[in-house]
């Protein structure tokens, strides 16, 4: 498949900036698949569209204010720092901009020295590893000087740090928020466990293929970067009990689809498991275990959208997209939702 094949129009004025005050305000875009049927809700609606022994699964991943900006010590040049995954030892895989500045050996302050870092070496896609020094705590010297890492779109600064996170956000390690779970409420939650529907959790520390572009026309050839997951053993049996009671797995946003298509076994089932995941997901896919999918509106040619369309129909994807602009839905990460039954 092409990449223009997943391009769409959208104006720039609905590119979502901010969060709104109350998470579940947001609007809801309701679409069945059986019917193809379209309805506009708000997101606090989502608990009638989920029946008693369902199960909703969602990432609980937490997102690090992992971009710093830093000067480099030889020349007071300007650098940011974005951290990508823990290598251990206090080094870490980022990516650097401007890359031609963070040469071997380049020596970086953060923080007027409360933080230091040096590369050590250059990787896959010109990556750096840098190691870090340190006194004192890694999180709290991370929270004091690091930012969330918002993505370029978003030129907005971020009031409060917690709104790029989702209310039941608890492993660290992301440097993106899984933001189709940014619309749940602890009430709305609440509500939904009170109505007799499970809630699984499991982890998918969201990485670099948030920030890469797909940059191949053929689709096929694009190689996604690996992402660390993990399926705790009741998550599993929770999931294989509701299938087996023939209820529907209702997966919260494309990471929480990923780890599980990535974890199960070709019957559906699953097993309490870890590890990394490469898994792209596009068009002509067959899910294994996911039945219904919460997830926002995603970036034109992204890999995000490619995953939604797989689980639903391109065309009738970027129709409804189309539906959203008209009807003037707020786009991308703090931006409305869709789910799709």
């Not at 947001?26 to 997101?43: N, P, W, Y």
């Not at 004192?136 to 690091?146: A, C, N, S, T, Y």
């Not at 049996?237 to 087996?244: D, F, G, M, P, Y």
Request: hydrophobic content about 40%.
């Amino acid at each position: 498949m092409e990449l223009t094949d997943f391009n769409y129009d959208l104006p720039e004025e609905l590119i979502a900036q901010d969060p709104l005050l109350k998470r579940s305000d947001s609007r809801l875009m309701v679409i069945h698949r059986d019917t193809g049927e379209i309805e506009h809700k708000h997101f606090s609606d989502i608990i009638d569209y989920l029946d008693p022994g369902d199960c909703l699964v969602i990432n609980d991943t937490k997102v690090i204010p992992a971009r710093l900006m830093g000067i480099k010590a030889e020349t007071g040049a300007t650098i940011e720092v974005l951290l990508l995954r823990n290598k251990g030892d206090n080094v870490w895989e980022t990516l650097v901009r401007p890359g031609k500045k963070a040469k071997v050996g380049t020596v970086i302050s953060f923080g007027d020295g409360l933080l230091m870092g040096e590369v050590i070496d250059i990787v896959d896609e010109g990556n750096r590893l840098i190691k870090f020094s340190y006194e004192g705590i890694w999180e709290e010297v991370l929270d004091q000087l690091g930012e969330m890492p918002l993505p370029p779109y978003i030129t907005h600064k971020l009031q409060d740090k917690n709104r790029y996170q989702t209310v039941y956000a608890k492993h660290e390690g992301s440097a993106a928020a899984p933001t189709a779970g940014l619309h749940f409420t602890e009430e709305l939650l609440q509500k939904i466990k009170d109505k007799g529907i499970n809630i699984a959790r499991v982890t998918l520390h969201v990485g670099l293929g948030t920030f890469r572009p797909v940059k191949v026309e053929k689709i096929e050839e694009h190689h996604m970067h690996s992402e660390y997951y993990v399926v705790p053993d009741e998550t599993a049996e929770l999931i294989n009990k509701t299938r087996a009671a023939g209820k529907r797995i209702v997966s919260v946003g494309t990471t929480s689809t990923r780890t599980l298509e990535s974890a199960a076994a070709e019957d559906g089932t699953l097993k309490g498991c870890s590890g990394w995941t490469e898994i792209f997901i596009y068009p002509g896919y067959k899910f294994k275990v996911v039945d219904s999918l919460i997830t926002n509106f995603h970036l034109p040619e992204s890999t995000l959208i490619m995953l939604v369309s797989a689980f639903y129909d391109r065309e009738k994807v970027l129709d409804a997209y189309k539906t959203a602009v008209d009807e003037r839905y707020r786009f991308f990460s703090f931006g409305d939702a869709m789910v799709l039954i």
